[in-house]
């Protein structure tokens, strides 16, 4: 396995349109465009999936457990296909990105991102590769709890679809170990 890609977020009908769930989203899309079935594995806890692209074999993962439980599905599969921290890439919801941003980043801390805080906790390691997803901010971090779980606007849902779909178009390069090429043309927005 070459690379695990992860996305984060909540199960449930409930939590499917928050903005907390933006690494579902866009784990989604990507899937749904290599033609991969992701499928509940109870071994690991995750909806799971295989698929090649660029040709690459790629895990797939979407975590079962709350996002602040992310890190056991994540570090199982991982483990399962031995794939190393730096070829784990995490896809969230980020706070301090505008809605419309993404950024390619390895590494850092969590900036109090429960998912995050989990993983570093699971893999032992804050070595991974993290596609961050711009959400917004409310403004006060008393509201951002509410602001997470709740849903976009309008406006804000078409400006994160627009980021999925750069984010989207940079990962042959970025994949493909051109991740200088990917961060360029994904930070030039």
């Known amino acids: 396995m070459d690379w695990l890609l992860a996305g984060l977020g909540n199960p449930g009908a409930e939590y499917a349109r928050t903005r907390h769930n933006a690494g579902f989203w866009t784990l989604q899309t990507f899937a749904d465009r290599v033609g991969a ?6 071994r690991w806890h995750c909806l799971a999936a295989t698929a090649r692209a660029s040709g690459l074999e790629l895990g797939l993962c979407m975590p079962q457990d709350f996002m602040n439980r992310s890190g056991g599905p994540v570090q199982a599969m991982a483990a399962f296909y031995k794939v190393p921290a730096e070829r784990i890439l995490v896809i969230h919801d980020e706070l301090d990105l505008p809605p419309g941003s993404a950024r390619l980043k390895r590494g850092g801390g969590h900036g109090g991102h ?4 989990d993983l570093d906790r699971a893999l032992g390691t804050r ?27 309008a406006a804000d849902k ?5 980021a999925i779909e750069r984010s989207l178009g940079v990962l042959p ?17």
């Open 37 to 42: 079935s992701l499928r509940m594995e109870r």
């Open 114 to 117: 429960n998912g995050l805080c």
């Open 127 to 153: 070595d991974y590769w993290r596609l961050r997803i711009g959400i917004g901010h409310p403004g006060h971090k008393d509201a951002v709890i509410g602001y997470v779980l709740g849903a976009p606007t």
């Open 173 to 189: 390069d970025f994949l493909s170990g051109r991740t200088d090429a990917a961060q360029k043309t994904l930070h030039s927005d």
């Open 158 to 162: 078409t400006l994160i679809d627009e």
